[in-house]
């Protein structure tokens, strides 16, 4: 297992940037595909990002597309999400979630995820 501890959450104005660290613990970071999911109230969990375990493959959902950027830093344990333009309905928690099954890609699919951080809350105010 790996523990992940989210954070960098924070109230922006629309239009503003936010960054997410998630630090990871234990040795099997390195080799575990990331994902970033976010959940607002009322609404499912929906897929934010995602990256593999190398970093050289990415894939976003729909609503981060050209606004947002998943990066990992192997030899610090850590993945980002970097939030750019941001609108008020991205305010949500967002998670960040590892990938224990040693594939090569990233997934989209929450279900295969097997470790999540607490989450952190962003909220963008209009």
């Known amino acids: 297992q790996v523990q992940l501890v989210e954070s960098g959450g924070g109230l922006v104005q629309a239009g503003g940037s936010l960054r997410l660290p998630c630090a990871a613990s234990?040795?099997?970071?390195?080799?575990?595909?990331m994902g970033w999911f976010r959940q607002a109230p009322g609404r499912e969990r929906e897929f934010v990002a995602a990256?593999?375990?190398?970093?050289?493959?990415?894939v976003y959902g729909s609503s981060a597309k050209g606004r947002f950027t998943i990066s990992r830093d192997n030899a610090k344990n850590t993945v980002y999400l970097q939030m750019n333009s941001l609108k008020p309905e991205d305010t949500a928690v967002y998670y960040c979630?590892?990938?224990?099954?040693?594939?090569?890609?990233?997934?989209?699919?929450?279900?295969?995820?097997?470790?999540w951080g607490q989450g952190t809350q962003v909220t963008v105010s209009s």
């Open positions: 979630a590892a990938d224990l099954s040693l594939k090569l890609g990233a997934t989209v699919v929450s279900g295969d995820y097997d470790s």
């Open positions: 234990g040795r099997t970071f390195s080799s575990s595909a």
């Open positions: 990256i593999s375990r190398s970093g050289g493959s990415t």
